[in-house]
Structures are given as C-alpha cells and as structure tokens.
C-alpha cells in the first residue's frame, strides 16, 4: 500500500496528543469513558480540517527553508553534471557540431558579398526585384538565427527541442521557396500583411497565379503553397508531420521521442546524447534551401558558386552526422532528405 507521508505524520501526532491528554486526565481520576469522551472533541477541534490544510502549508513551508539551505550544494552538483554532459556530448558529436559551425559561418560570409552585390546593381534592376529581395533576405536573416538556435539545442543535448525548432526553419524555406518562384506582387503582400494585421495566415499568396481560380472565401493553408513547392517536394511531409508532433500534446509526440532510446523503459527528463543526427541534418538541408532560394535570385556567377560551395559542404556535414549516429547507435539509421 503506497505510503502518504504527510497523511501519516498529521495522525501521528493526533495519536500522540490523544493518548497523552487521555493519560493526563486517567491521572485526574477520570474513568477511561469519562476521558474518552473529553478527549474525542479536543482531538477534532485541534486537528480539523483547517488544521490538516495548516499542517501541509507548514510542511512545506519546511521543504522551502530547506532548499535554501540545501541550494548552493544542488547548485554546485547541478553544474557539475552539466559541465560533465556537456563535454561528453561535445566529444560525441565534435565533428559534426564543427561542420554545422562553418555551415553557418559560412554562409553568413556569403550573404555579405551577396547584399554587396545586390546594392551595386543599377536602380532599375534592383527595382524590378525589390520586392522578393527584401523578404528573401528576411527570412534568410530568420533562418540563419533559428539553425544557430538548433544547434544550441543539439549541444545541449535537447534532440526533441531541437527537431520541434526545426519544423520553424522547414516552414521558412518553403514559403522562401514560394516567394522566389512569383512576382514582386506575392512579395509585396506578404510584407503588407503585417500592416492589415494578416501576418498569422498565408492568405497573402492570393496574389499568386496558381491560386486565381480560388474562391475568395477560401483561406490558404501551409500544405497549399507547400504543394506549389517543386524543391521542398512532398518527400517532406512526414518529418514535418514528425515534428508537429514533437510541438503539440500528442500521443506520438510523448511516446515517441527522438531524443530516447526507450521512452517506455526510460522516461527523458533532461538531456541525451541521443537522437541529435536527425534535427542535426534537416536544419542544415531547411537552411540551405532558404539559402538557395535568397542567392538564386540574381543570376550572377558568384551566387552559383556560393550554392554549389554549400551544397558540397551540406555532403560533407551529412556524411559526418550520419557516420557519427550510425558508429555510436548502430541500431539507427538517419533518414537523408538532401536535395
């Protein structure tokens, strides 16, 4: 039978006062009746109701005074375990948290000499693209953030974490993807969407020519301008689906998670080495595409170059992940969505 502690303690010591104030009044000549019937009211006065909800906030009003006195020697443990982790999971996957490093350096170098050469192009040629750069070169921006941020994650041992942020990043290159592929009209309404407070849904791409025939009415969903996609192809569906799941409440979402081996054997409470090759690579494919999708705007020799330098360096980085998974959980295979 399980053990209510608290429960336990109170009707300790409501046994201990009853059967010491029962004693005390057998020794001032009362009859056991006389002293039972004298006691009982004592004792539910003393410890009513009120008094258990009283005993409970002073227990753990104990609990609270102990924690401070205990919180410098948790601390220190805490930090300990986490330094301990840290330096682990950073010798486990060195190579490849190396390589999504340059990635990102990498890139963001690129994108200098890219927005150089953009701002030295003759007035009527940036016009005629002002638009679709301008976004591009937002959600390129947001896409360079949020895969530092994953790989924050990974680091820190947090695959789910990671692989739940990385839906956010496949989001983005699918709606780069959609902008690169229609007019400045499509680009101007995505940025005047925020301005006539729509920026939450996607009916802004009612302004491309592939949703004309839509009824006004309709609303435009992700999967709709996911589907105009011919990069981001369908093949994507299920990790995105996968990493719905990670984000809301779902059943799949709490008995399947990436970051655990056995979710029915071990219930993950922090972090694991586990699991991080696959948020690992798709937020460096999700990047390259938005990456793709910015630079291939201008048609320019050095924009070809920087997508094929990255491209091979995306080979490079998903051989080193999949080596590093497939060598320390040989049992797991990374899926590769590279395109």
């Not at 996957?93 to 999504?100: A, L, V």
């Not at 996607?202 to 592939?210: I, L, P, R, T």
């Not at 093949?235 to 719905?244: A, V």
Request: some cysteine; overall charge negative; proline content about 2%.
């Amino acid at each position: 039978m399980p053990k209510d502690y608290i429960y336990q303690q109170f009707f300790k010591e409501m046994a201990d006062f009853s059967l010491e104030r029962g004693n005390q009044l057998l020794k001032e000549g009362l009859t056991d009746s006389e002293a039972n019937e004298t006691v009982q009211p004592e004792v539910n006065e003393k410890f009513s109701e009120t008094a258990l909800m009283q005993f409970v906030e002073d227990t753990a009003d104990g609990w609270i005074k102990k924690v401070f006195s205990d919180m410098d020697t948790e601390i220190s443990l805490s930090d300990a375990s986490m330094r301990s982790f840290l330096w682990h999971n950073s010798e486990l996957w060195k190579e490849g948290f190396d390589k999504s490093e340059i990635l990102s350096s990498m890139i963001l170098e690129m994108s200098d000499h890219y927005q150089a050469y953009y701002l030295d192009l003759p007035n009527k040629k940036r016009d005629a693209l002002k638009n679709r750069y301008f976004v591009l070169r937002k959600l390129h921006g947001r896409a360079c953030q949020q895969f530092r941020e994953i790989l924050w994650l990974l680091r820190g041992g947090f695959a789910d974490g990671a692989y739940a942020r990385w839906r956010s990043l496949f989001e983005l290159s699918v709606i780069a993807e959609f902008i690169s592929e229609n007019d400045e009209q499509v680009a101007k309404a995505f940025i005047d969407s925020v301005e006539e407070k729509e920026g939450k849904d996607y009916n802004w791409a009612k302004k491309a020519m592939c949703f004309a025939s839509l009824n006004p009415r309709a609303k435009i969903t992700f999967e709709m301008i996911r589907s105009q996609c011919t990069i981001i192809t369908e093949d994507w569906k299920k990790s995105y689906k996968e990493s719905c799941q990670v984000v809301h409440a779902s059943s799949l979402g709490t008995f399947g998670r990436i970051g655990s081996p056995d979710e029915n054997m071990i219930i993950s409470t922090g972090a694991s080495d586990y699991g991080l090759a696959l948020p690992a690579v798709n937020s460096a494919i999700s990047l390259m595409h938005v990456t793709l999708f910015y630079f291939g705007l201008l048609d320019q020799m050095d924009s070809r170059a920087f997508i094929r330098t990255i491209q091979k360096w995306l080979d490079i980085l998903i051989d080193c992940y999949t080596t590093i998974d497939t060598t320390s959980f040989p049992h797991e295979q990374v899926s590769d969505n590279r395109s």
